[in-house]
């Protein structure tokens, strides 16, 4: 497929919250220069764009608009617009993009940030009373009507739910269909279980 076309799959995948898409898009190894320093690999730069869209949904009415600006070769130039709305006070923070491509996959993203827009940004939140803090949060007690996706592979978690495990029953949470991790009612994956052989009460040298 041609840059564009790539760039332009890339931006609607984040600008529709489809991080399972977002994250076959990029190579295991691609690079992020994001507004926080780099992030290296898939799996944590698709992580990276669901932790801020996620923080932003719980906070704000949200809705993300994009386009494909320019195309030099291999490198398009994406303007991401958020549309953001805090107890019907709206604002609009647009930033850029920059993705080089390589055999259909996207190798190294460049955030760009254009003159004023974090400050405005910034002051907006301010004035909301919101704070910045893209920590992810997960605790047993509550409820989460959000959507989750798995932590590993991104795929989006069906909305009805059947309960693999007692902590599942008891807590919630998923099972991923796709790659097979468990994860709490949050998307947080859960730590693996290791089965260990042969029998529980042996000693060594026995």
């Not at 080089?100 to 460049?110: D, M, N, Q, R």
């Amino acid at each position: 497929m041609r840059t564009h076309d790539i760039a332009l799959r890339f931006a609607a995948a984040l600008d529709t919250d489809d991080y399972s898409t977002v994250a076959a898009l990029l190579t295991r190894d691609c690079r992020y220069q994001s507004p926080t320093g780099l992030i290296e690999g898939r799996r944590d730069i698709t992580g990276q764009y669901w932790r801020a869209s996620r923080w932003a949904r719980e906070r704000f009415e949200v809705r993300y608009e994009s386009a494909v600006l320019e195309v030099e070769f291999d490198v398009a130039t994406i303007e991401f617009k958020d549309h953001l709305t805090y107890r019907g006070t709206p604002h609009t923070h647009t930033c850029r993009q920059r993705v080089t491509i390589h055999a259909g996959l996207v190798v190294h993203i460049e955030h760009c940030e254009l003159d004023g827009e974090a400050a405005r940004l910034e002051d907006y939140f301010v004035e909301a009373g919101v704070a910045r803090d893209l920590t992810p949060t997960s605790a047993d007690w509550g409820i989460n009507f959000g959507t989750v996706h798995c932590p590993d592979c991104f795929a989006k978690m069906a909305g009805v739910r059947i309960a693999k495990s007692w902590r599942q029953l008891l807590w919630g949470g998923w099972t991923c269909p796709d790659c097979g991790c468990e994860m709490d009612k949050w998307g947080k994956a859960m730590p693996r279980r290791v089965k260990r052989s042969g029998k529980q009460d042996s000693k060594p040298g026995v």
